[in-house]
């Protein structure tokens, strides 16, 4: 079975801190995502990596950096937090090959910014 | 632009069908995906379709249809664990997914 795991379950930071979140799975993907949900809204892609040290923007990256030093390691940091950036946020894998792999999503990690 | 509509939230009752729709606009399409998401958890891969019709898999079954727009899921003999978030999510012309907000789905006894 495909794993993803995401290093809190539960966050709470400050505005203006630094924010690292990470992401690990275990099944070899070449592909990895960074998601963030809110209610109401769909699923909005801040990063993608299809390679180690290859990172793409998503839709809304503003505000977010990442990091993939590792095949299996996606990080997500917020070099800044700020209360509008509150959210869940998932991280997701998907194996190269066909492009229409399915994507497996980790636990999510719901932050509060204060 | 692109776009992604479903109902926010449907009742239905243990037992019973329900269907839920989804209606897209991408620039191009490969392709059509729903995922469920209990509460709390993360969400799940539970269909893709690419070629107009039915695709059925066990209690649940997609549908799509290319011209319109359009794809259902439709959840038969409905328990209380369905009871759960279905995402819709279809892929533009780069690969990537464009998802939906989302329907709740209440199952009630």
């Known amino acids: 079975d495909v794993k993803v795991t995401q290093s809190s379950r539960y966050l709470v930071k400050r505005t203006g801190e630094k924010v690292f979140l990470e992401c690990v799975q275990d099944m070899d993907h070449e592909n990895m995502f960074w998601y963030r949900q809110d209610p109401g809204l769909g699923l909005r892609l801040i990063y993608f990596?299809?390679?180690?040290?290859?990172?793409e923007k998503g839709d809304i990256p503003e505000g977010y950096s990442v990091s993939r030093e590792k095949k299996e390691r996606f990080s997500l940091i917020l070099e800044s937090a700020s209360t509008n950036q509150t959210s869940m946020y998932l991280c997701?894998?998907?194996?190269?090959?066909?492009?229409?792999?399915?994507?497996?999503f980790g636990p999510g990690t719901r932050l509060t910014v204060l | 632009g692109q776009n992604i509509d479903q109902p926010t939230e449907m009742t239905a009752t243990e037992g019973a069908i329900v269907q839920i729709n989804c209606t897209y606009q991408t620039s191009g399409f490969n392709g059509l995906f729903w995922y469920q998401q209990h509460a709390g958890e993360a969400p799940t891969f539970l269909s893709y379709?690419?070629l107009d019709g039915l695709e059925e898999k066990g209690r649940f079954s997609s549908f799509l249809s290319r011209s319109k727009g359009y794809s259902y899921l439709l959840l038969k003999e409905l328990q209380m664990k369905d009871s759960a978030s279905y995402l819709c999510?279809?892929?533009?012309?780069?690969?990537?997914?464009?998802w939906g907000a989302g329907t709740k789905l209440i199952i009630k006894p």
């Open positions: 999510a279809a892929m533009d012309s780069n690969y990537q997914l464009i």
């Open positions: 379709n690419v």
């Open positions: 997701a894998s998907s194996p190269r090959g066909g492009h229409t792999d399915t994507q497996y």
């Open positions: 990596s299809y390679d180690v040290k290859m990172k």
